[in-house]
Protein backbone atom coordinates (compact mmCIF):
# COMPACT_ATOMS: atom_id res chain seq x y z
CA UNK A 1 0.00 0.00 0.00
CA UNK A 2 2.89 2.28 1.14
CA UNK A 3 4.89 1.57 -2.24
CA UNK A 4 1.22 2.74 -4.42
CA UNK A 5 1.05 5.54 -2.48
CA UNK A 6 4.43 6.68 -2.91
CA UNK A 7 4.16 5.41 -7.04
CA UNK A 8 1.18 8.06 -7.50
CA UNK A 9 2.83 11.08 -5.91
CA UNK A 10 5.54 10.48 -8.18
CA UNK A 11 3.19 10.25 -11.08
CA UNK A 12 1.88 13.48 -9.54
CA UNK A 13 4.95 15.46 -9.24
CA UNK A 14 6.14 14.43 -12.76
CA UNK A 15 2.84 16.12 -13.94
CA UNK A 16 3.19 19.32 -12.25
CA UNK A 17 7.16 19.67 -13.62
CA UNK A 18 5.45 18.79 -16.94
CA UNK A 19 3.03 21.62 -16.70
CA UNK A 20 4.93 24.25 -14.83
CA UNK A 21 7.59 23.84 -17.90
CA UNK A 22 4.56 24.39 -20.57
CA UNK A 23 3.26 27.52 -18.45
CA UNK A 24 6.70 28.70 -18.68
CA UNK A 25 7.35 28.15 -22.62
CA UNK A 26 4.15 30.00 -23.29
CA UNK A 27 4.86 32.85 -21.60
CA UNK A 28 8.41 33.43 -22.39
CA UNK A 29 6.65 32.90 -26.30
CA UNK A 30 4.54 35.84 -25.59
CA UNK A 31 7.11 38.48 -24.36
CA UNK A 32 8.47 40.26 -27.45
CA UNK A 33 11.95 39.93 -28.58
CA UNK A 34 13.34 43.64 -29.22
CA UNK A 35 15.66 43.90 -32.64
CA UNK A 36 17.86 46.68 -33.82
CA UNK A 37 18.51 47.52 -37.40
CA UNK A 38 20.91 50.37 -38.36
CA UNK A 39 21.13 52.00 -41.74
CA UNK A 40 19.75 54.55 -44.18
CA UNK A 41 16.42 55.13 -45.02
CA UNK A 42 15.38 54.05 -48.93
CA UNK A 43 11.63 55.37 -48.70
CA UNK A 44 8.83 56.46 -46.74
CA UNK A 45 5.20 55.35 -47.13
CA UNK A 46 3.36 57.73 -44.87
CA UNK A 47 0.00 56.46 -46.10
CA UNK A 48 0.84 52.51 -44.68
CA UNK A 49 2.95 53.64 -42.03
CA UNK A 50 5.83 52.14 -43.30
CA UNK A 51 9.75 52.65 -44.25
CA UNK A 52 12.42 50.81 -46.23
CA UNK A 53 15.59 50.89 -44.28
CA UNK A 54 18.96 49.81 -45.97
CA UNK A 55 21.59 48.33 -43.95
CA UNK A 56 25.27 48.80 -45.07
CA UNK A 57 25.13 45.16 -46.62
CA UNK A 58 22.50 45.95 -48.53
CA UNK A 59 19.72 44.20 -47.26
CA UNK A 60 16.27 45.95 -46.67
CA UNK A 61 13.78 46.23 -44.02
CA UNK A 62 9.95 46.88 -44.44
CA UNK A 63 9.02 48.39 -40.80
CA UNK A 64 5.52 50.00 -39.78
CA UNK A 65 5.18 52.53 -37.24
CA UNK A 66 2.76 53.31 -35.19
CA UNK A 67 1.43 56.03 -32.57
CA UNK A 68 2.88 54.53 -29.61
CA UNK A 69 6.78 54.77 -31.51
CA UNK A 70 8.93 56.95 -29.99
CA UNK A 71 11.18 59.02 -31.78
CA UNK A 72 14.73 60.76 -31.37
CA UNK A 73 16.37 63.57 -33.31
CA UNK A 74 13.15 63.90 -35.92
CA UNK A 75 10.01 65.65 -35.10
CA UNK A 76 7.68 62.58 -35.53
CA UNK A 77 7.67 59.20 -36.98
CA UNK A 78 7.06 59.52 -41.12
CA UNK A 79 7.18 63.64 -41.02
CA UNK A 80 10.40 63.99 -39.60
CA UNK A 81 12.37 60.98 -41.82
CA UNK A 82 12.97 61.30 -44.95
CA UNK A 83 14.63 59.12 -47.66
CA UNK A 84 18.78 59.55 -47.00
CA UNK A 85 18.58 59.73 -43.42
CA UNK A 86 20.29 57.26 -41.20
CA UNK A 87 18.56 56.07 -38.29
CA UNK A 88 18.44 53.00 -35.87
CA UNK A 89 15.56 51.72 -35.31
CA UNK A 90 14.04 49.04 -32.35
CA UNK A 91 11.64 46.69 -33.61
CA UNK A 92 9.13 43.85 -32.85
CA UNK A 93 8.68 41.13 -35.64
CA UNK A 94 5.58 38.93 -35.49
CA UNK A 95 4.35 36.75 -37.98
CA UNK A 96 6.90 38.19 -40.57
CA UNK A 97 5.65 41.75 -39.62
CA UNK A 98 8.13 44.75 -38.65
CA UNK A 99 6.98 47.30 -35.65
CA UNK A 100 9.18 49.75 -35.10
CA UNK A 101 9.25 50.40 -30.65
CA UNK A 102 11.77 53.10 -31.55
CA UNK A 103 13.46 55.32 -34.29
CA UNK A 104 16.30 57.13 -33.53
CA UNK A 105 17.40 59.80 -36.59
CA UNK A 106 21.19 60.06 -36.69
CA UNK A 107 22.92 63.07 -35.99
CA UNK A 108 26.01 64.08 -38.37
CA UNK A 109 28.60 62.90 -35.85
CA UNK A 110 27.03 59.51 -35.40
CA UNK A 111 25.85 59.31 -39.11
CA UNK A 112 29.27 57.91 -40.24
CA UNK A 113 29.31 55.21 -37.57
CA UNK A 114 26.15 53.88 -39.32
CA UNK A 115 27.37 53.83 -42.85
Do not use: N, P
Request: no cysteine; glycine share 8%; hydrophobic share 45%.
Amino acid sequence: MLSQLKWRVAVLAAIAVVFTAVAWQTASADEDLVHIVKGTVKSVDKDSKTMVVKTADGTEHTIKWTDKTTMEGAKDTGGGIAEGTKVSVKYTEKAGEKTAVGIKAAGKATAKAVQ
